[in-house]
């Protein structure tokens, strides 16, 4: 027992060494397990600073790679630039050796060129002293030359005096000729067949032209002359005017005729060209033609207006400076109307200019200042949309008023203080027409009744001058009271019968022709030239 319990205190007390030994070991550990928590957080906060500084280091090295691709994309590109730019130096490097080689060559010939020229220096020198001396003979000649420019200076002044004087000469004249050509003037034209009437009429049979002054219309009657064998009687009517155009005349050849009467109204001279014949017969034609500037087809309005720009240029050169006031008017309906107007209502009276009727003037007529042919166009252009005009069974497209183109001109001479105002009227009369043939009714019917009164009144007009009565009846219509005095006053005239070539138009046109006659057959006395 006692070993036993020596055994047990003894295991007893070893026990309690252990324990003494465990706690305090425990107690070591505690101050492990504290020391190691202490260790445990101070590398947490490590680690903590660490993921920050290794967070910090990952920006830091984002931004190095930006920082390093942009660097390579610059550097690439510097290095592409580079290589284009070695390349473009390259291919200049190699013109520049190209052009050295061409400049080497170039200086080798000039250094031939050089001894050539140092060889041919002394013949150089030598044309050099004989050129010194001709130089010398040159200005001799040329101080005797200055001594007669002088003169003839002098002599050639006297030569534009002297052409002056022979301007005035000629226009007195120019005015003297056509003054004893006769103030009225007929000239007779005949169109030709055009589209179907060629293949309807053949040709024309039943109009003859003799010579350039005479005409004959014939017309078969269907009668037979027993004296003849049996043959059939022709009725035949002889008629003689100034002049005769037939089918084949060109718009040049006419107004090669009427150019002088153009040259009188830029010398101050009153002058009036009218177209008078039946409907359809060629008179708008032949005072406009088609288009205005083509020059082949224009007719005498156009060709009147180049006429005088290309003489008032030329007149430039002895001093002549020239105005141009032009208007344009219809008579329709024995109303007139203003072509150019560009206000409506207006009221339209045929005035004097003074109680003796020296010269007519319509009220309101709008005047405009023309300064080129190219205006005056225009203008034409303009009065042509406003004309009257219809179709009847005559002509597709007839004029059913009277057209007046009227342009007044006014000249001064600064060098011999001369001064002129003539008028040019281009008339195109409106045709004269059977109204059972023409096929007119409603406002046709006005319109023809209205033309062929206007030309009646024309006509007596005419037949009173031809047999010098004391009452000429001007005022019986508007186209006569305004043309009084191109009719009976003073004025150079000219009248263009046009003839219809259908043969079925055989009594118009003589009637046409009968008028024309007894036209050419007036005597309206001398026309005076108008001086500001």
């Known amino acids: 027992m006692e070993s036993k319990f020596s055994e047990t205190l003894a295991c007893v007390s070893n026990l309690e060494n252990e324990k003494r030994n465990l706690k305090t070991d425990n107690e070591v550990k505690k101050e492990v397990v504290t020391q190691t928590h202490k260790e445990v957080i101070d590398l947490r906060q490590q680690l903590e600073n660490a993921q920050a500084e290794v967070d910090s280091f990952k920006k830091k090295l984002s931004n190095l790679e930006d920082e390093h691709s942009t660097e390579v994309n610059r550097l690439r590109r510097q290095l592409e630039n580079e290589e284009f730019a070695k390349s473009s130096l390259e291919r200049r490097l190699k013109s520049l050796e190209d052009e050295l080689s061409s ?69 007195k004249l120019h005015n003297l000729v056509q003054e004893l050509k006769g103030n009225i003037r007929v000239f007779c034209r005949v169109r030709p067949l ?225 001064s002129c105002c003539g008028t040019l009227n281009l008339v195109d009369l409106a045709g004269s027409e059977r109204i059972k043939e023409s096929g007119s009714e409603g406002q046709r019917l006005t319109e023809a009744k209205a033309i062929n009164k206007s030309l009646s009144n024309l006509g007596n007009v005419i037949m009173a001058l031809a047999q010098k009565e004391s009452h000429v009846p001007y005022r019986n219509s508007k186209l006569t009271h305004l043309l009084q005095n191109y009719l009976g006053g003073n004025s150079k005239t000219l009248m263009f019968v046009n003839v219809n070539p259908k043969e079925d138009n055989f009594n118009e046109t003589l009637n046409s022709l009968r008028f024309a006659s007894k036209v050419n057959q007036c005597n309206i006395g001398t026309a005076v030239k108008k001086v500001k």
């Open 103 to 171: 400049k080497q060559t170039e200086v080798s010939g000039l250094k031939n060129s050089v001894a050539e020229l140092s060889s041919s220096r002394a013949g150089l020198e030598a044309n050099y002293q004989n050129t010194t001396a001709q130089l010398e003979t040159a200005k001799t000649r040329i101080t005797e030359l200055e001594e007669k420019t002088a003169s003839q200076s002098a002599e050639m002044e006297k030569i534009k005096e002297k052409l002056n004087w022979e301007e005035t000469e000629r226009r």
């Open 194 to 418: 055009l589209g179907d009437e060629i293949q309807k009429y053949g040709s024309i049979q039943h109009l003859v032209i003799s010579n350039d002054c005479s005409l004959e219309l014939v017309k078969n009657t269907g009668e037979k002359d027993d004296i003849a064998g049996g043959l059939h009687k022709n009725m035949k009517y002889d008629f003689e005017f100034d002049r005769v155009f037939d089918q084949s005349a060109t718009q040049d050849l006419v107004f090669q005729e009427i150019s002088q009467l153009v040259q009188s109204a830029l010398d101050g001279y009153n002058v009036c060209v009218f177209a008078y014949g039946q409907t359809g017969s060629g008179k708008t034609y032949t005072m406009e033609g088609g288009d205005v500037e083509d020059l082949e087809q224009a007719g005498m309005i156009p060709k009147t207006i180049k006429q005088i720009f290309e003489s008032t240029e030329r007149l430039k050169e002895k001093g002549w400076e020239y105005t141009f006031q032009a208007s344009f008017l219809e008579i329709y309906n024995e109303e007139i109307r203003d072509l150019l107007a560009t206000e409506k209502n207006l009221k339209y009276e045929i005035k004097m200019t003074d109680s003796k009727g020296a010269d007519m003037f319509v009220t309101n007529l709008k005047i405009e200042t023309v300064t080129s042919e190219s205006m005056i166009y225009n203008l034409m252009r303009r009065a042509r949309k406003q004309r009257a005009v219809a179709e009847t069974l005559c002509n597709e497209r007839s004029s059913r008023s009277h057209s007046i183109f009227m342009l007044r001109i006014t000249g001064t001479n600064s060098v011999t203080t001369e």
